[in-house]
């Protein structure tokens, strides 16, 4: 495995721009410019502003296509004599370089939403509130870190599913709704849950992003150990 090898293996996903570019892009142009729409017509503005949620869309493409990367690329890469362990840090070194450049385009597009007053309407599209409300620092790691996290973890969770099938991916999504379910209960069982929301209120947006950060890393890991003895 070279250097070179894992190039290669990000030059084939980018024989798909259209998914990785412009779909993600054009969405959530659509989507901003219909909240753009919308403010506009409405006689009576909060007087704290327009506040939407359709950010989001960014981040849910994201997971689609890193699904995708499992799904439509694998086995035609496999099928070139490409390693599975290759193909796996091509496609993660594709995906951190992606997600960098785009969130410095979503700080970006952060900056001028702060510079013009919410576009002249006092809208909130780029501006999320404790999430995307900082310094300009912390709205880079946080839009760097929330966006490689969703796409690694549709990467791992199309890996599941080209391993395991349904059913496995059923009983992969089934184990994390558990243990979320048994989490909640341990916390009910000791009473800690005025410990743990006074443990997420002490925590700054920066130190959620470093644990993003991490949680990335260790799903990152996941999807390498279930690669690794994927058949196609």
């Known amino acids: 495995m ?9 030059r084939l996903h980018l024989v798909d721009r259209y998914s990785y570019t412009w779909l993600v892009w054009g969405v959530l142009a659509l989507t901003f410019a219909l909240n753009m729409a919308i403010w506009a017509v409405i006689p009576d503005p909060p007087e704290e502003g327009f506040y939407t949620g359709a950010l989001l869309t960014i981040y849910v493409f994201m997971a689609v296509i890193g ?3 499992a799904t439509k690329f694998l086995p035609f890469a496999l099928t070139l004599g490409v390693s599975r362990r290759t193909y796996y840090l091509g496609t993660v070194a594709l995906v951190v370089g992606l997600c960098a450049l785009y969130a410095g385009a979503l700080t970006v597009f952060w900056w001028l939403e702060g510079l013009t007053d919410g576009w ?3 809208g909130h599209f780029f501006r999320v509130p404790w999430i995307l409300n900082g310094p300009w620092y912390q709205v880079l790691l946080t839009n760097f870190a929330l966006l490689t996290a969703v796409f690694l973890f549709g990467l791992w ?3 599941i599913y080209r391993r395991f099938g349904l059913i496995g991916t059923v009983a992969f999504f089934a184990g994390l709704t558990v243990a979320g379910v048994v989490a909640a209960i341990l916390v009910t069982w000791r009473q800690a849950w005025s410990r743990v929301g006074q443990l997420l209120a002490d925590l700054n947006i920066v130190g959620a992003s470093l644990l993003l950060v991490l949680l990335a890393v ?3 890991l996941g999807g390498y150990l279930t690669i690794r003895r994927i058949t196609v």
């Open 157 to 159: 969770s199309g890996l």
């Open 120 to 122: 002249w309407m006092n």
């Open 67 to 69: 699904v995708q990367a």
């Open 218 to 220: 260790g799903i990152s």
């Open 2 to 10: 070279t250097t070179s090898a894992i190039a290669r293996v990000a």
